[in-house]
């Protein structure tokens, strides 16, 4: 029997060592095309989205008693060649060029020297895309009241409207906002675009706009 004891002894430090954490990752998508959003991905997902992207990671540990080491490999290929690392349990990383990403975790139990690789996160951009209309008609019917780009991922943007006697009369930096005519007259008006998309494409965009009502 002491035999027996001293044998259960022997092996009762590995039960002590068995693994003390439960984790779920995820990403949380909070802008995509530069417009907020609120998507949750869980660990093996993957998702297309156009730039500007922002995505937070989360190891989504629950830990009763242990010691982890985090190891979160960001890359922008499948192989995991020269990555970017994060060592803390969450991190946030914001995304403007296209092309694919894969994001994957590494968590080791530093008690039992155990490491669990959990499925990678796939994020994917799109080509960016830039139109200018030309004409508009603020007149408060809910149609074309203001004039606005259409676009796809960009990451830089910039526009002015001149009169045409080249007078600055309004810009704007934020591509999801635009010009409602500001008590002008009807007539043709001038806007000049500069932007750059996610995939390193640059636009210049210089044209005349119709106002009407």
Known sequence: MKTFFLIFLGFFPA???AQT????PTAHITLDNGQSVDTLLEAGSTYSGKAPLEVEFDAGVTIENGRLHYDWEFADNAEYAGPDRAYDDAFSRRIERMGT?????TITDL???SATVY?????TLS???LAVPNTFTPNGDGVHDVLKVSYESLVKFHAVIFNRWGKRIFSWDNPDEG???GGCSPGVYFIVVQAVGGDGQEYEVKQAVNLLK
């Open 111 to 113: 008690d039992t020297d």
């Open 101 to 105: 990403y894969y994001v994957r975790l």
């Open 119 to 123: 499925p990678e996160f796939q994020i």
């Open 127 to 129: 080509e960016s895309r």
């Open 21 to 24: 954490y439960d984790a779920l």
């Open 179 to 181: 010009w409602d005519g």
């Open 15 to 17: 039960l002590l060592l």
